[in-house]
């Protein structure tokens, strides 16, 4: 994602503003400043992004100028991959168009996200002062946990220590380890007293069954008298439904009789209506149109008779430019003549020919000289300063080399040193020497031994971390834990098992209650309603048809009977059913209902089995993989403890390897110090340099040192006299060239100056004599080329005067004007006839295209006058009349005919709402039989019925509501309840706080866990370029940061430029503040190394920066920008100057330009 530009179009301060951050430069940083002064907009400008992307909140700050429905942004983005146009505007909804107005899906302008949403975006992708602050307070908080950084710069989170800090102390508000006050603790204490005030109370237990038995009578009682007033109620609802049903009928009966009696005609388009106003009027407007169009024709016909054209005036009319040309000739000849004259006459040339010498010269022209003659002339006298300082310069350098040469030669010089044999032995102890490190090796392998102890115990330890499996490091390399694909699908496989498990227990437990509780209902109901059930029924209603068999087979008294007696239990059973009608059909939901619970705990009890046995395959397969791998299958069968161990195990494998490394770096000092000693020994012996074998390398360095020295002096001093030698011999050749070079240059210039008029003067001219002459030929060359021009000018105005008033003449007598008088005069005469002339044709041309346009006019009339008939001919033919007025007449009676039909629809909606019914057959039905008198007596008699029954319902109610007051009253009772329902909610409270603990404290772990994983995924990354951009930053004070085992994890720690090292919490609060913009350019890089890139936004965060470190946050940010764009906002002007510096290429926008007021330029409307 990238913004191209941004149109602050009305928003804020802004009015029509924009920002133009073009298209990206291919090779370069994408790197912009935008500068303004104080209140200039910079936050403003931030907000707008941001709004642009996300939408304009509810309410925002900034329409304080432009109205919430005025406010609009606008940019061009470069999103999914290509550039596209987008305008946000202040609206709830639908607030994001496109440059042609057309809304757009929030999902185009945010497809480069991921899903970010507004706070993570301005989190995420924007610095200011208060989070770099906070950021380094962060540090300073997590006291360097690795984990913890690293993501909190990758995300733009200045707090996450805190926020983990403040969860923590959360969940110990309930329940600490050892302590002896929390939430918790003062739940246990208060269910503890409920408990034993409850013991304390007793019972009155016969007044309350007593009382029980009375509030059940007395609600059977109310059940009943409710039902039976439903039924009135619903017996009343249905007469007023056929009352109000029988007026509709009648007048829908009567809207029919009047359809009936109305013609049919053919049923119009809806648009005919209005379609036929239109022709009246169109008709009426042709026929007007026509005769006007008539009358204007005949009008312009006589005005074109009327214009009369001048001929030969029109022929000359083509003329006019050349004769205007002519005439402004002849005007500038009158005025230029005379002074062209004045000026020729004013040129003096015997001046110049006096000052050259040559007063009596009669063709000056001869004087002058050839471009070569004057170029080599010019060129001799330009190089005869260098051929002179060449000479002398010579001789100087001859002078000084021979006096350094008497000098050196003064100097003793050993030359037994600088014979070939002891040469080539010292250049060998020099080479060794400089192979032969400089540093204290002592103090080399006193670091290394504590080095390699200090490995030696971190080896020790990572083995104990290893247990219960117990070995030498060497057999730890050799086995093979399962791979961490094998690992992870272990954990997905038993996390999925566990939970099935769970959630199966649970949902078991659940219908067990449930099946406990319909068990209860249906002996219940079975036991105050009797057998009424079906399978009852059905064994009744067999014995009564088995009694009917034997009694039709008999046909005797005692078979009479038992028929009789198998009868009336049927009859019994049947008035029982209907008696508890409701109670049966409850009875038979419930036993739905438990059929179907049985069937969920067999299924439940299945899948509680197969999970049993999956995780018991499982954790014999981890078992199985241990095994294969060479493992003690007693170390874990649980997954997350494998990877544990397999991690440990890298960590022994890793520790092994750093001691190897370490001792192998040991014994190879020890054996460099040794090999470097003997060759110092060996090469002392051959430059004849005597010393002890068992002397140090330190000593042995030294007098190596010692006589190097004195060998490259003697030798510096031979070379040096050999140098000096040769110089002046080389210096001797320098001054004889330089001595030649002179007298060419004399011979050369006397050749020119004999080849030319120069040679007159009697005498070589000297260079100074001949630059002045040169100077007064220029002028004499100036003065010839004058005269001639102003001659030549004279003769071609005279020849332009003759031309003009030639034509002139001509002209005249072609019109018929009088060729006497001024030529002027007569040019004006000729201009005015042509001026007439042109003005009639003109007027003519005119007038011949209007009435071309009228007549066009008149024929798109009639062409309008003759479809319009066709249209009134297509009306008529359709309601086969012959006349537009019987038109009118059929589609008014059409529209009555529909009007009639939507009344006839629109009652029998009425009726289909009033009485429910699905079709107008029912209705009538309903309605064919109704007696009105009839039904308005029984609705008056329901109706005293109804009031009598809605009084016994509140007696009845009454009587249940004393019966439960006198059931309230019984206070111990009462106290019991209320102990028992606060020692519930108490209960509850404890089960509802302990799962909030829980899973506080299983999302502090799981949040720990998942940053120590991004650690570990990211740490590589990331601390490189933390390190780079770190020292960069730090301008090389701290060489970057490294990780080091801590007592909770992995600790950043700063290296400082001489080796020592800081914690991260150690560090200033100025270094701590740099630390965290090292991070976040770390951050930002690890985003877009696997994202697409996003705008990276910094609002002055150099505010305490000296210009040495915002040069180099301005690398960082250039480096940035060679990933996606960074923009860095400012109000120091200084800041710019800098930026420029380190990326010639950064593009800076001044905030100034855009926030200056305009008048109203145009009216945009939304």
Known sequence: MRINRLDLTRYGKFTDGVLDFGYRSIGSPDLHIIYGPNEAGKSTTFDAIVDLVFGIGTSSRYGFLHPYPTMRIGAGINVGGRNREFVRIKRPQNSLLDDQERVLPEVDIKADLGGIDRDAFATMFSLDDESLEKGGEGILASKGNLGELLFAASAGLADLSRQLTVIRGDADTFYRYRARSGTLAELKGRISDLKQQREA?????????????????????????????????????????????????????????????????????????????????????????????????????????????????????????????????????????????????????ESILIQLGRPGQTTPADLLLDAATTGSLRSLMESKSGVDAKYSSAQDELLRAERALTNQEGVEVDHALTSAER?????????????????????????????????????????????????????????????????????????????????????????????????????????????????????????????????????????????????????????????????????????QRLAVVVADSQSQEKILAEARSEMEALRSEIRRGLAQSGSDPAITENPWEMEEWSRRREAALKSRDELAAIEREIHDVRDHVDRSRRLIVQALADAKIPVAMDTDIGSLISFAETALNAFHASANSAAQIDRLRNDISERKHILEAADEASKTWLSQWSALCAACWLRDLGHIPSVGAVTEILTLLERLASAVDARESLVDRIQKMAKDKHVFEMRIHELSVSLGLSAEGAPLSLCQAIFARIKTVGHNADRHRNLREHLDGVRQDEHALRVGQGLLMVRMS???????????????????????????????????????????????????????????????????????????QDARCRDVFHCRSKAQDSLDAIGGDARVASIEEQRRTALIEVEESARRYMEIRAGVAAAEHALAIYRDRHRSGMMARASDAFRTISRGVYQGVAAQPGKDGDVLIAVSASGGSKAANELSKGARFQLYLALRVAGYHEFVANRTSVPFIADDIMETFDDFRAEEAFRLFAEMGTHGQVIYLTHHRHLTDIARKVCPNVRVHNLEDLGRPTGFQVVAAE
């Open 201 to 349: 109370l007793d019972l009155q237990a016969s007044e309350f069954s007593r009382l029980v038995i009375e509030r059940d009578r007395l609600a059977g009682l109310y059940e009943e008298a409710i039902a039976a007033r439903a039924g009135t109620q619903r017996r009343i609802e249905e007469v007023r439904c056929v009352l109000n049903a029988l007026p509709v009928m009648s007048r829908r009966g009567s809207l029919r009789d009047r359809l009936t009696d109305l013609g049919l005609v053919p049923q119009p388009p809806e648009t005919w209506r209005q379609e036929l106003q239109e022709l009246k009027r169109s008709e009426i407007e042709l026929r007007v149109k026509l005769e006007d169009v008539s009358a204007t024709v005949a009008s312009l016909e006589r005005e074109i008779e009327e214009i009369s054209i001048d001929p030969a005036a029109l022929a000359i009319a083509s003329q006019v430019e050349e004769l205007s040309e002519l005439r402004a000739r002849y005007v500038t000849a009158e005025k230029d003549i005379p002074k062209l004259t004045a000026r020729a006459s004013e040129l003096s040339i």
């Open 423 to 591: 040469v080539s032995a010292f250049e060998k102890l020099q080479a060794i020497i400089t192979a032969v490190p400089k540093s204290d090796q002592d103090v080399v392998l006193r670091s290394l031994a504590r080095r390699e102890e200090m490995a030696r115990r971190t080896l020790a330890e990572a083995l104990t971390a290893l247990r219960p499996w117990q070995g030498q490091v060497e057999a730890l390399s050799s086995l093979v834990p399962p791979t961490s694909a094998r690992i992870e699908s272990w954990k997905k496989s038993f996390t999925a098992l566990e939970d099935q498990q769970r959630i199966s227990r649970a949902e078991l437990q659940r219908l067990e209650l449930e099946t406990r509780r319909l068990e209860a209902e249906i002996t219940t109901l079975r036991t105050q309603a009797g057998r009424i059930d079906e399978e009852m029924a059905t064994v009744i209603r067999e014995e009564r048809d088995h009694a009917w068999t034997l009694h039709r087979q008999t046909l005797d008294n005692s078979s009479a009977d038992a028929f009789e007696i198998a009868m009336r239990r049927d009859d019994h059973l049947i008035a029982q059913r209907l008696m508890h009608f409701a109670d049966m059909g409850r009875l038979n939901q419930l036993g």
């Open 874 to 948: 297509e009306m008529m033919d359709f309601f086969s009349v012959g006349t537009f007025e019987a038109v009118e007449t059929s589609i008014d009676l059409a529209y009555r005919r529909r009007d009639l039909e939507n009344s006839i629809a629109q009652s029998e909606s009425e009726l289909f709402e009033m009485t429910g019914a699905s079709s107008m057959v029912e209705i009538e039905a309903m309605t064919a039989s109704a007696d009105r008198s009839a039904l308005a007596d029984e609705l008056a008699k329901l109706i005293p019925l109804l009031d009598d």
